[in-house]
């Protein structure tokens, strides 16, 4: 099992700069992946950053140049830079972790976070 825990949600202005922090505890060994998806009221859930454990990354057009992730794979964090905010960014933050369940068949899961929520108004 893995849990994961984010922090650093809040309310900030146009412009302004939040840091998501999630730490990861349990069977961490089998993480692959982690990043963090969000969703607006009405809207899917989408991927916003996501990094693999060889420090590859892969972001969303929308949050490209403003948002940066990076995991520290020794103490099982993840954390999502958030620069230059604007309303559209205004939705709930989850964690994910994808895992391998089984080396046989190479099995992927995903485990969630609660999710924190993000606010941008003036």
């Known amino acids: 099992q893995v849990q994961l825990v984010e922090s650093g949600g809040g309310l900030v202005q146009p412009g302004g700069s939040l840091r998501l922090s999630c730490a990861a505890s349990g069977s961490t060994f089998s993480i692959q992946a982690m990043g963090w998806y969000r969703q607006a009221p009405g809207k899917q859930r989408e991927l916003v950053a996501a990094?693999?454990?060889?420090?590859?990354?892969n972001y969303a057009d929308s949050v490209k140049g403003r948002f940066s992730i990076s995991r520290d794979n020794a103490k099982n964090t993840v954390d999502l830079q958030m620069n230059s905010l604007k309303p559209e960014d205004t939705a709930v933050y989850y964690c994910n972790a994808k895992a391998i369940l089984s080396i046989a068949t190479m099995a992927p899961y995903d485990y969630w976070g609660q999710g924190t929520q993000v606010t941008v108004s003036s």
């Open positions: 990094i693999s454990s060889g420090g590859s990354t």
